[in-house]
């Protein structure tokens, strides 16, 4: 006895086969990232004619990247604005201006890809011994708070609100800053005391995994290789990250020690 498909049996098969080639396709993705910069690292002649092999002993390890760290900052010294140094090592997120820390948080919670502790000792000095530009950014905070407040009558009333408290609304603090060679970090506010800050945090992590979705599928559909993109997620008081991000320029440069 034959059995025979059904077009709806054909679909299923056919959209299970769909998914697991798309799901395969983000599985080797890390890898493809890691085999990118790896392939990056050793086409560029001039970073490796000077890039001397004795670095490459695991005891010196910890002075090459002292080193490419220093040369990151000297270079964004050479910028006028405030810009960004986050240091996994020490766990600091600091403002920078002309090579001076001008503000110092100390992380509260940190989470790194694998990716990160993948890289060689060449490919790290490669990619962190200058500042990473920053691509986009997505937040929840406004950049530039205004109050609107009526004009008071007469100078009793001036008076009065003198010692009226600021009533400015202020959303949850959470940044995404996306950086050149298709690296992320989040920024994200230790604290979440009630319903309203929890919607905003899902709220801005669904919209980042929307747009990953969407690139996803459209990669796919497009027949090109699926992107990974390695991120840092790095939690501070409040406060913290409306300052940070407030005080940043609109080609903000990270300084970045991993």
């Known amino acids: 006895m ?33 085999k990118e910069i790896q392939n990056m690292t050793l086409e560029d002649s001039l970073f490796m004619s000077h ?19 220093k040369e990151s900052l000297l270079k964004m010294s050479e910028n006028d604005s405030i810009q960004l140094v986050v240091n996994l090592e020490d766990k600091t997120v600091n403002l920078s201006i002309k090579g001076i820390f001008i503000h110092q948080t100390k992380m509260s919670y940190l989470k790194t890809d694998q990716f990160w502790s993948s890289l060689s000792i060449a490919e790290e000095v490669r990619l962190f011994s200058k500042p990473l530009s920053v691509q986009s950014v997505y937040t929840t905070i406004i950049k530039e708070p205004v109050v609107i407040r009526e004009a008071p009558k007469d100078t009793l009333e001036a008076s009065a609100n003198a010692w009226k408290p600021d009533t400015l609304i202020q959303n949850p603090a959470y940044v995404m800053l996306h950086t050149e060679n298709n690296f992320r970090i989040v920024l994200e506010q230790e604290e ?30 497009t027949f090109k290789k699926q992107e990974y993109v390695p991120t840092i997620v790095i939690k501070l008081p409040t406060e913290d990250i409306r300052s940070i991000y407030r ?6 440069l990270i300084t970045l020690k991993i």
């Not at 709806?8 to 990232?33: D, E």
């Not at 890039?51 to 760290?69: C, G, I, M, R, T």
């Not at 005080?247 to 903000?252: F, G, I, K, R, V």
Request: charged residues 20%; aromatic residues 14%; hydrophobic residues 45%.
């Open 51 to 69: 890039f001397d092999s004795v670095l490459f002993q695991p005891e010196l390890k910890s002075q090459v990247k002292e080193k490419a760290y």
């Open 247 to 252: 005080a940043l320029p609109s080609n903000t």
């Open 192 to 221: 979440n005391e009630n319903d309203f800050m929890n919607r905003v945090k899902l709220k801005f992590l669904n919209q980042i995994r929307v747009e990953n979705l969407k690139k996803s599928v459209h990669r796919f559909f």
């Open 2 to 34: 034959t059995h025979k498909f059904k077009p709806l049996h054909y679909i299923c098969f056919l959209s299970g086969v769909i998914i697991f080639i798309w799901l395969l396709n983000i599985a080797i993705a890390p890898y493809n990232k890691l």
